[in-house]
């Protein structure tokens, strides 16, 4: 027995952000945000729509890709920065709305690594043979912490959700290994501020994530004896396409097999590595059998790496 991902989802608000769109908003233009970042356009809520209104989304496509009920979930975890209120959870909303009267339900606050956090978290469930069914979600609707008048992250972010259920799968497929870290003193360079404003050091963060992310990526492959060249598809978080190249051109991998949505929806924080993943399975670019390497960093400072052998 191993555990893995029975079924993916994601939601995407339908508002559309171009970078054309942001040079009416703040001093900027579309040639700079491509060429720093590779962000062509973002996703952006309407005020009706709140963070676990894209969770649920996400979530049901995800049961009906797994073929689980919500009734047979034992627990949700929601990993968010922008939950609608510190509490009740957003898992909590979720477990409500849903029907999972089986679940426990709890957030988890590790901002882009959210998701990594969260599916690590299950696995220990499931190892233990605590539980069986579990949905983990990363869900983020940024835009309501974005300093709107701010050019050094406005263009950044946009809105979303993934979610995967995780449960057990065959000997051999699932999580292979993994890696969880945190350096606390780096927690100065992106946080919430008293405005509730979304603040980051870009060139600390930046520097931070084109060491970790690629070291992240190499460990956890090296750890289960497997080479580089093994791995047949990256999901880094979508941050910034020149970090992300960092640790593509770490593995070695070409242009093709790594997931690239921070173009079309920008830095989704927690959602980013479960809406690519979802993305990618719908796509047909993730087959049975693959090896994957999910990585992720993010404030705390927080980082989280998964090998993971797709399929059931
Ligand atoms: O998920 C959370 C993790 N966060 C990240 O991974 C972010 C990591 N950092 C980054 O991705 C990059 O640092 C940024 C994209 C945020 C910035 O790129 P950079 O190449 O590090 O630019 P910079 O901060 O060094 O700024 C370069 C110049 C500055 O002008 P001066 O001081 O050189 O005259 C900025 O004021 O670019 C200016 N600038 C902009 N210009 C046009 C900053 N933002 C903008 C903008 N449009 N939106």
């Given amino acids: 027995m191993s555990v893995g991902i029975l079924g993916t989802g994601h939601y995407v608000p339908t508002k559309v952000v171009t970078n054309k769109d942001m040079e009416k908003i703040v001093d900027t233009n579309d040639e700079w945000i491509r060429t720093r970042t590779g962000i062509e356009e973002r996703r952006i809520a309407d005020d009706d729509t709140d963070t676990s209104d894209m969770a649920y989304f996400a979530a049901e496509n995800a049961l009906e890709e797994a073929n689980v009920k919500a009734e047979e979930l034992d627990l949700i975890l929601v990993a968010t920065v922008t939950p609608d209120s510190p509490f009740p959870s957003v898992a909590c909303r979720l477990q409500d709305r849903l029907g999972a009267t089986q679940a426990a339900a709890m957030d988890v606050s590790a901002a882009c690594s959210g998701f990594m956090y969260g599916l690590i978290t299950a696995k220990q469930f499931i190892d233990t043979k605590t539980y069986k069914h579990i949905l983990v979600i990363g869900v983020e609707k940024l835009s309501k ?14 809105d979303g959700a993934g979610a995967a259920v995780v449960g057990e799968v065959s000997e051999g497929k699932g999580i292979l290994s993994f890696e969880l870290g945190a350096n606390g003193s780096g927690g100065k360079y992106l946080y919430q501020d008293e ?75 927690a959602a980013s590595i479960p809406i690519a993943l ?8 993730i087959k049975d059998n693959d090896l994957l390497v999910l990585v992720g960093f993010g404030g705390g400072l927080t980082w989280g790496a998964v090998a993971l052998r797709w399929g059931k």
């Fill in 278 to 285: 979802s993305e990618a399975v719908k796509n047909g670019n």
């Fill in 145 to 158: 912490i974005t300093d709107w008048e701010d050019r050094n992250t406005c263009v950044l972010f946009g």
């Fill in 195 to 269: 405005h509730d404003h979304l603040i980051q050091n870009g060139r600390e963060v930046f520097k931070f994530a084109v060491r970790q992310m690629p070291k992240s990526a190499v460990n956890v492959i090296e750890k289960i004896g497997y080479n580089k060249e093994d791995v047949d598809y990256l999901i880094p978080h979508q941050a910034n396409i020149r970090i992300m190249d960092a640790a593509r051109e770490k593995l070695g991998i070409s242009e093709d097999k790594m997931a690239t949505s921070i173009k079309r929806y920008g830095n989704n924080s």
